[in-house]
């Protein structure tokens, strides 16, 4: 067996339901900070992990957002916070076989020192906004496209996946980037942008869209504000099953966040798991692949 496949299967043992490869080249377009050689300089190949969400915390989602609050501690542990945990092992799996075989590896956590709060904080323009872009890297790698929520659309399974990433030095043979039929039919989705019209905190908008380019292909999708996301997903806000309405400013700064999490309710914090989100009604409503999960 080619050492490609190998670990294609070892992936498969450690419970990873997508696996592909890239070339670094191509996420030349990457921002600067998180470019692939700017973390390890001698990368040749991006490898993409990928776990999907299974319908129990999909639908404990729902309950929790129709009455039953607590239900979303069941969403955040195994649709998030769980599976980050697993995607971890396995990138460390990958990457000890890489380091066994000689080549020069390292392993990209499934969740980063939260890229939005980072926008917050430094500025959306800061070179130091992300260390890596796993979405990217699923989309280089051929699992799926962008959708209009920002997010990795897959065919069978929509955009409920999470990923984690490898960069090694070992040349594996790559894999085509997705050209099939185009899966999110952005503002023609049949379904009127519900991931849009969904979002509690208004963050996807319903007109604008953003660009890019990799690999020589280029995405467009839905624009999302993603400080108002922050604001969301750290449960500040009652429409996203916070306790307390927190203050969110216009202008949303360091200091605006910090004074918001100290309007939380004492207890709000330990209803939530890590980097956990407590919203994700974007990806639990979109339509495509649910029946696979």
């Avoid at 319908?55 to 239900?71: D, F, K, L, V």
């Avoid at 070992?170 to 991931?195: F, H, R, T, V």
């Avoid at 604001?231 to 202008?251: A, H, I, N, Q, Y």
């Amino acid at each position: 067996m080619d050492l490609k496949n190998a670990l294609k299967e070892l992936a498969k043992e450690k419970y990873v339901d997508y696996f592909g490869v890239a070339p670094v080249e191509r996420m030349n377009n990457a921002p600067a900070g998180s470019q692939p050689q700017e973390i390890l300089p001698e990368a040749r190949s991006i490898i993409s992990l990928g776990i999907k969400m299974r319908s129990g915390p999909t639908n404990a989602n729902n309950r929790a957002y129709n009455g039953h609050r607590m239900s979303v501690a069941i969403y955040m542990k195994y649709g998030m916070d769980f599976l980050n945990d697993v995607l971890d092992m396995a990138a460390y799996a990958v990457f000890r076989k890489l380091i066994d075989e000689g080549y020069s590896t390292l392993p990209l956590p499934a969740a980063h020192p939260y890229p939005y709060i980072n926008q917050v904080i430094f500025g959306k323009n800061h070179e130091c906004v992300n260390l890596f872009s796993n979405r990217h890297a699923a989309v280089a790698a051929g699992i799926g496209e962008f959708g209009w929520l920002s997010l990795v659309m897959t065919k069978d399974d929509g955009p409920r996946v999470r990923f984690a990433s490898v960069l090694t030095e070992a040349e594996l043979e790559p894999d085509p980037m997705y050209s099939g039929e185009q899966i999110c039919k952005g503002d023609k989705c049949p379904n009127s942008l519900i991931c849009a019209k969904i979002c509690p905190m208004g963050a996807i908008s319903l007109e604008k869209t953003r660009s890019l380019t990799i690999g020589g292909k280029n995405y467009s999708y839905g624009e999302v504000d993603f400080t108002k996301c922050v604001w969301g997903s750290l449960g500040l806000r009652k429409s996203t099953l916070g306790k307390v309405d927190c203050f969110m400013p216009e202008e949303k700064t360091p200091e605006a966040l910090a004074s918001a999490i100290m309007e939380q309710d004492p207890m709000e914090r330990q209803d939530r798991f890590g980097n956990a989100n407590m919203c994700g009604r974007c990806l639990i409503e979109c339509p495509i692949g649910q029946e696979n999960i």
